[in-house]
């Protein structure tokens, strides 16, 4: 049975060592910048190729987070950042940007990139389409089940799956709580955790629930055994904001039973109680679950009356101190020293990497002389030369061959042995240093990506120009029919964005006749993905396929929210225009330029200031310039949390009590619409007013986007008709400054996000 890796979290230089210390075969860190934990301390540049040598020294890998998304005018400092940590043999990035990933690509060729559980990969497809860009591996969403992982490994891509720590209520990477709620952007690794504060479930009886987007900390060593049989690769542990107790403590208990299962795989595996509570002991919030790995969802794995993490056991996080913190490992050096008269003293240290490799060096120092007084013994030289010190070696045995009568000063023997050992320690990290003469070789190691097109290469998607006119259009998205009943004889409206799962619904038919109708005029219709596909959603993906060929012609394209539906499409051969939708994130130029040369129209980013999209560049993009910011989607399911799956429901009355209007109310009485999304089985949280920006029309037009989207949600009649009416004219006079009815916020288009 394969190894499987330990990979351990650090925030700071001592916990780094500790998780070392504790048996990690990766410790993943942050440096002062693109990490998405902001609030840890971090590595500076020196710590960082500090913790690449010692991590090698041991055998050991090293990853840099670099997992935050990145602004315009970050970008161009990135290579010169990396480069240290590339040369110094850095063992792989973490990455959620797309613009981030192909100027590392670009840069950096032979450094191994990682796919980030943020750019939430919930199936094979997304894993493959990664995969296809150079990635060796993926971080998926934490929502998947042990056959979904199995799934995606069966591609070929290494799977790296949290196991024990903290968990998010939100698919990783979709959320905007935090961001829109008090500007720090969980995408840049300020996330203010709103999800563990206080809400009442209104439309529901939630049965004493006051924390329900609060879940508790995931632990799977009492099942460790089947996450190996599944085939994941690595072992995640989640903490690089806890303290070193904490990275110590985890990793020396899921080293010692990974080592126990993987040395008795038939045997029968067990955790002790005594185990099982000193991780209780260690930093968990509330109590423990077994995650996403055989549930979809439940109101068990969330911690309802409190969001705080238990007490600690000091005496227990004191043995923690003086076993992995305040002690180290030794690697085992063998020694020969020869001291004779008339030639210089040698000293030869030999060791055995971690690869089989015996390394052997040799060094010289002064020649020994007659002694005049007191002669050198074998236990005076053992001495010196064996004082390794704070180094991370033990030489032991030392072979000592030395005339009688000789001397050396104490100094010499000093300075042999540190010579010695330092190129003991260069030799061993040799092998994973990479040559200095390789230099980032972007021709641009800022913003601008140069196209495979120019280049002579095709694009790794259709290649499709826009199925567009060049003037911008007004496009609207809908949820539901009734929504879809308000648009009918709306005649500026230029596309059409429907929701993909009204055509699973009663009345197919009659739709496809208004939509024939609709194209009559001359107007587009798109096909709308959804937020979130997986393995469940194969029967809905079979019928998108049987919908697209019975009625090519009615559909100019399709708008997708994830890499698993942009991978079926290209699977598919799908040739229409297909667009991005905020989710496939777009923060800096070369993310733009990465989604043009797959022939895809990218939408502008949410999080982005005016300044920051004007500086990016939204020419060709579409912006959303209306609708409440979807600011989680979620597996698990409040309506079940507070009372009953409405899928498992039988009266029909009571699934139409369930079908309706959901709202979770903060503890200032702040309302946020939820849908129940049972289709798919998640739900959409929103923001409590809807983002518009019809007061900055010709700043927006200005910009040369493809067109401008608004989205409805869970707006009504009335609030459609105040909102098509206001931007009835944003096309054709951008400047004209409309008075509103509703309701809004200008989202960050002012103030950008931190």
């Known amino acids: 049975m394969k190894k499987v890796e330990l990979l351990a979290p650090a925030g700071c230089f001592e916990s780094f060592k500790g998780a070392i210390h504790a048996g990690a075969d990766a410790v993943y860190i942050g440096g002062r910048k693109y990490g998405a934990r902001a609030y840890a301390d971090n590595f500076t540049e020196e710590e960082v190729c500090l913790a690449i040598r010692y991590a090698h020294l041991f055998g050991r890998k090293l990853y840099l987070t670099v997992n935050t998304l990145v602004k315009e005018d970050e970008l161009k400092e990135l290579p010169a950042y990396l480069r240290p940590f590339y040369e110094e043999g850095l063992d792989g990035v973490i990455v959620q940007d797309l613009g981030v990933f192909s100027l590392l690509r670009e840069c950096f060729p032979g450094l191994p990139l990682h796919g ?15 995969q296809s860009l150079g990635a060796s591996r993926v971080v998926p969403a934490r929502e998947l089940s042990l056959k979904e992982l199995e799934e995606i490994r069966a591609t070929g891509i290494e799977v790296e799956a949290f196991v024990h720590g903290s968990m998010c209520y939100c698919y990783s990477g979709q ?52 996450l190996i049989q599944a085939g994941i690769d690595s072992f995640k542990i989640e903490g690089r904001m806890k303290k070193p107790e904490y990275a110590a403590g985890v990793t020396a208990l899921y080293r010692k039973y990974i080592d126990r299962y993987l040395a008795e795989p038939s045997g029968v595996y067990t955790v002790s109680d005594t185990d099982m509570e000193k991780l209780r002991c260690l930093y968990i919030r509330s109590e423990i679950q077994e995650g996403y790995y055989k549930r979809h969802n439940g109101r068990e794995m969330i911690t309802p009356d409190r969001p705080g993490y238990l007490g600690t056991d000091e005496a227990y996080l004191k043995q923690i101190r003086h076993t992995f913190l305040e002690q180290a490992p030794r690697i085992s050096v063998r020694g020969e020293a020869v001291l004779k008269k008339g030639m210089p003293v040698a000293l030869k240290l030999l060791t055995t990497d971690n690869q089989g490799v015996d390394i052997c060096i040799q060094v010289l120092g002064q020649m020994p002389q007659d002694a005049r007084k007191q002669p050198l013994t074998k236990e005076d030289v053992k001495k010196q030369l064996c004082k390794t010190g704070n180094t991370p070696f033990a030489l032991e045995p030392l072979e000592i061959d030395m005339d ?27 092998q994973a240093r990479r040559d200095h003469s390789v230099k980032p070789h972007a021709k641009d190691s800022g913003s601008k990506l140069e196209c495979r097109e120019q280049a002579g290469e095709p694009a790794c998607g259709t290649g499709l120009e826009r199925v567009r006119g060049k003037e911008p259009y007004i496009s609207v998205q809908v949820e539901d029919r009734k929504q879809l009943d308000i648009l009918w004889d709306v005649s500026f409206i230029g596309r059409l964005y429907l929701n993909g799962d009204m055509l699973f619904q009663e009345g197919r038919e009659e739709l496809h006749q208004r939509l024939k109708a609709w194209k009559v005029q001359g107007r587009q219709l798109f096909l709308v993905m959804p937020q979130i596909v997986r393995l469940r959603d194969d029967g809905f993906l079979d019928g998108l396929r049987a919908e697209l060929k019975a009625y090519d012609s009615l559909w100019d394209g399709i708008l997708i929210r994830n890499l698993e539906s942009l991978q079926f499409l290209r699977t598919e051969g799908y040739e229409k225009e297909i667009v991005a939708d905020a989710s496939l994130y777009v923060w800096n130029s070369r993310a733009r330029d990465f989604w043009k040369s797959q022939g895809i129209v990218a939408t502008a980013p949410l999080e982005c200031s005016k300044e920051e999209l004007h500086r990016l560049g939204i020419e060709g993009m579409e912006v959303i310039v209306y609708g409440r910011s979807l600011l989680m989607v979620t597996a698990n399911c409040l309506r079940k949390t507070a009372m009953t799956c409405p899928k498992e429901l039988q009266d029909k009355k009571t699934k139409k009590s ?22 798919h089985c998640y739900n959409e949280l929103y923001n409590s007013v809807p983002l518009s920006l ?25 609030e459609m008709w105040q909102v098509l009416n206001c931007y009835r004219q944003f096309v054709t006079e951008p400047g004209a400054l409309r008075q509103v009815d509703f309701p809004y916020t200008k989202g960050h288009y002012k103030r950008g996000a931190e």
């Open 658 to 679: 369930q079908e309706e209007g959901l709202l979770l109310r903060d503890r200032y009485s702040t309302d946020f619409p939820v849908r129940t999304v049972c289709l």
């Open 694 to 718: 019809h007061a900055y029309g010709n700043s927006i037009m200005g910009e040369s986007p493809a067109g401008v989207r608004i989205c409805f949600t869970v707006e009504t009649a009335g």
């Open 404 to 430: 009688p009568d000789c001397f050396l000063p104490v100094k010499a023997l000093n300075d042999l042995r540190r010579q010695g050992l330092a190129q003991l320690e260069e030799a061993l990290l040799a």
């Open 175 to 226: 959320c905007l709580f935090s961001s829109m709620l008090g500007g720090r952007s969980g995408n840049r690794g300020r996330c203010a955790q709103p999800c563990r504060l206080p809400y009442d479930i209104v439309g529901q009886k939630g049965r004493g629930i006051q924390y329900p987007l609060s879940l508790k900390d995931l632990c799977t060593l009492s099942f460790l055994p089947e």
């Open 116 to 130: 980030s559980t943020q750019m939430t990969v919930t199936g094979p497809g997304g894993a493959a389409f990664l």
